[in-house]
């Protein structure tokens, strides 16, 4: 298995701990609840996304008999939504707790990181079955 890959793969669990240990923190103590957007997000965009990215890069060119179209995409795009979604759980939190000017503007900045990082996938992934 590609290093990148691993690296995906070991991510995605990374934040299936942390959102799991919100989860049981939010749970334990009720009025943490407000974090609810950040357990989601570690949970959908780091554990499930992650795992999705790493296993459908390893997977999908082999069901498709082709090579993955583009291993820059891969590189660029690992990059793109790991910091992305530490600038979500980094200033969110600060947010919440009601803050206005540059960590909303960084949260902001952090969510389009973030969705860069999923249109890549997508058109990596388009390209790579199209041919199939
Ligand atoms: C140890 C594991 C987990 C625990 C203890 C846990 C606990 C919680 C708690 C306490 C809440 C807040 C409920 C409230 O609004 O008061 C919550 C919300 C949520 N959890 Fe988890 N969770 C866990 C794992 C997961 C996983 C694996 C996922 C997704 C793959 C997930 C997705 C969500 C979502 C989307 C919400 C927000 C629901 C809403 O919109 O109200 N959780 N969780
Ligand atoms: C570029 C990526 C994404 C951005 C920037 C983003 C942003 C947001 C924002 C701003 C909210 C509203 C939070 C609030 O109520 O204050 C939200 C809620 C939510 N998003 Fe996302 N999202 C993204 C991707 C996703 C993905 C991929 C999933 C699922 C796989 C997802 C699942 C949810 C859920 C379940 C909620 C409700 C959580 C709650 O109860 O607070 N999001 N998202």
């Given at each position: ?7 995906y ?9 942390l ?11 009720p ?6 957007s ?21 997977i ?16 660029v ?17 600060v ?7 540059i ?11 973030e969705s860069?990082a ?15």
């Open positions: 298995m590609e290093k990148i890959i691993l690296w793969l070991r991510m995605s669990l990374i934040y299936l701990l959102g799991a240990v919100l989860g049981v923190v939010m749970f334990i103590a009025e943490t609840a407000s974090y609810r950040i357990h989601a997000h570690l949970n959908l965009l780091g554990f499930m996304a992650m795992m999705i990215y790493g296993v459908g890069y390893h999908l060119p082999r069901f498709s008999g082709r090579m993955i179209y583009s291993n820059t995409i891969v590189r795009q690992f990059w793109l939504a790991n910091i992305g979604l530490w600038g979500m759980i980094v200033f969110w939190p947010v919440i707790n009601g803050a206005g000017g960590p909303s503007a960084m949260l902001s900045i952090s969510g389009v990181v860069l999923i249109l890549l996938f997508v058109y990596n992934i388009m390209k790579t079955i199209k041919a199939a």
